[in-house]
């Protein structure tokens, strides 16, 4: 459901569409073009913490596409109430595929931690071509890493942990040795996660190196 048309610079579209179980997903829509970008939340994060890199985004001609998992704003589906174990995966196929049956000839995914880890597993469910690129802020998928499909991004911060003597750049690294090419792995200083690198001094080379990575021929 359309509200107003999206510009650039104007306020976003909010749209909605069904995922393959039966949820409901409310979403953001910043741009015009045929290149979709699709935006995956962290846990700690809802759809418009995006906003200023959907915009950015947006301004270098991509159609951008944040949304709310199941469970956040109004968005809903089994196992809202304990998102981390929900089939996210299908939140994402659904934004994957109303960005595709509203004209995208291309669609990427930015996600950032719980939404890096279910942009994954979406690229594992995904038919082939249907995901292009894949860019995982401090990710993982849950699924089989050799059966990840499209280009990948795997980005980091050297010290980040998840808990006490549990760093997430090993684990990082063995998936993305695992991980069938085109990929790339990088590894930014610091030790903020996922989203909350953007508010540091690094934000700055994380979006460039997002641009840099989807605008790539």
């Given at each position: ?175 993305y040795e695992r991980a069938p090419g ?36």
């Amino acid at each position: 459901m359309a509200v107003v048309l999206a510009g650039v610079a104007g306020p976003p579209e909010h749209v909605s569409f069904p995922t393959q179980d039966g949820g409901l997903i409310y979403a953001d829509v910043y741009g015009r073009g045929d290149r979709g970008v699709v935006l995956a939340h962290g846990g700690r994060f809802n759809k418009e913490s995006w906003r200023p890199q959907a915009r950015t985004l947006a301004e270098a001609g991509f159609r951008v596409l944040a949304f709310d998992f199941r469970g956040y704003g109004q968005s809903r589906g089994p196992g809202q109430s304990q998102p981390l174990g929900a089939p996210l995966q299908f939140d994402v196929l659904a934004a994957v595929r109303y960005l595709r049956k509203t004209g995208a000839r291309t669609v990427s995914i930015v996600g950032g931690s719980m939404g890096g880890g279910a942009a994954a597993d979406a690229s594992i469910e995904a038919e082939p071509g249907e995901i292009d690129r894949l860019v995982l802020l401090a990710a993982q998928a849950n699924g089989p890493p050799e059966k990840m499909k499209g280009r990948k991004l795997f980005i980091v911060s050297r010290d980040d942990v998840g808990g006490p003597d549990m760093p997430r750049l090993p684990g990082i690294r063995a998936q993305y040795e695992r991980a069938p090419g085109p990929k790339e792995l990088v590894i930014l200083e610091g030790s903020a996660h996922a989203q909350f690198i953007f508010q540091t001094d690094q934000g700055e080379r994380l979006m460039r190196e997002i641009l840099r990575f989807l605008s790539a021929p």
